[in-house]
């Protein structure tokens, strides 16, 4: 005698609603139970022949596919391995199964014992700091790091120190002249400039991916004030970090008109992106001397600045004015930031350069580089150890000819330290 068929049929539509509603089969079958006698097996049978499937969909973006290749392929990190990391660092819900059918659909194949490999290359040819090559098993030591550094997870892949390079320094003017020209094919025009890169900082494709990563840094977001350059590809970092309340220090073009202080307490918030441009900032702004900056008692917690071009060591190539060193010197020689205070680069992938350059004195190397796909740290061994900043202040013989005649800020700054030394 065939088996009753059950009273579920009669609740088809209401099961469908609830579904729909994305309701569990758990919650489904309660509300079916205070009706009805069924078991869950008969539930999941209905919906099955259905046609209603519960399917966990994940979507994984470049920098999620990035990394799970950097783990499988180049750190042989197992899949359930892989998967915890996924979680804790981009908070991804996807399980081991569904991790190995995904790296099996992209070709990503787990290798070996890589770290080993790497620890004997590097032993034998004494190129990478054994503390770099031990990253993976003791990152720990990365996560209790100070400020930036730690919350900005070293970059994936992490920071290994140079090698030693045979090649010859290159000539900034040299490594223009090849950035440019790729340049251009990422970088948006500029409405005075055009492409003429030597005029401008320009804004490029995914320049917004590259400032929310540093937007969503909480050391970024407990800052008071920062400095932002007026760079073309910063103009959605500065609107960004007004709008969450921080108060933003900016130049002028070429410095001409001095500094200019963008203060969210008195900027109504439907003006944020109108001041973040270079002509809203002067009409919205404040123009601040440098004793005004003084008075503000208030010290930078970051700077951030574009670049034309800029290396893993942190050196950067710009216009070829050096407007950014003389900012930060002039804020040095004010103490409005110290030697710890973070400097930091939003780039293009295109402009990060491998090849070595040649410092000045004078030059403000940068601490972190965040592209559109990547978070760089220019760290090379020591986990305190921050770049290169200048202490010299304003190298007054080095200046560019009429460079102090134009740059209001300079002549007020020469005009404090000569008042010093009387």
Known sequence: MPRP?????????????????????????????????????????RLADWDLYRQRRTNLTEENMELIRYLVSQQGYKDASAVRE????????LSAKMLKAVRLKH??????HPVKRRRRRA????????????????????????????????????????????????????VRAKIWQELRKVAY?????????????????????????????????????????????LEYLREKTLSVGIRVLTTTYGIRRGFLLLDPAGIEKSLCKYASTLDGMERV????????????????GCMVTGAGAINHKGIRVGKGHGFFDLEWAMLYSLGAVQQET?????????????????????????????????????????INFSAKKPTCGILWDRLEDGMLEDIPPLQELKTLQNAARE
Request: with cysteine.
């Open 189 to 233: 025009p500029d409405s005075r400039f055009d492409y003429d890169f030597s005029r401008f900082i320009a804004d490029f494709d995914g320049s917004q991916a590259a400032a929310d990563k540093l937007l969503s840094l909480r050391t970024y977001q407990d800052c008071d004030t920062v400095f932002i350059t007026p760079d073309n590809c």
């Open 107 to 112: 070709g990503i194949v787990r290798v070996k």
């Open 5 to 45: 068929r059950s009273g579920i049929d009669n609740f088809k539509e209401e099961i469908i609603n609830l579904w729909s509603l994305n309701e569990s089969n758990d919650s489904i079958l309660k509300y079916l139970q205070e009706r009805i006698h069924v078991t869950k097996r008969t539930l999941e049978h």
């Open 285 to 300: 702004g404040k123009y601040v001397s440098l004793a005004d900056i003084v008075a503000l008692n208030s010290r930078i």
């Open 342 to 382: 973070p400097v930091v680069a939003l780039v293009h992938d295109c402009q990060v350069l491998e090849e070595e350059l040649q410092s000045e004195e004078f030059d403000t190397m940068c601490d972190l580089l965040f592209t559109p796909t990547r978070t760089v740290s220019t760290r090379s061994v020591k």
């Open 86 to 93: 996924l979680r804790r660092l981009h908070n991804v819900d």
């Open 123 to 174: 032993k034998k040819q004494d190129e990478v700091p054994r503390q770099t090559q031990d990253f993976l098993e003791n990152h720990a030591q990365y996560n209790i790091s100070p400020g930036f550094y730690a919350e900005a997870g070293i970059g994936w892949p992490p920071p290994f120190a140079p090698t030693q390079r045979e090649e010859p320094i290159s000539s900034k003017g040299d």
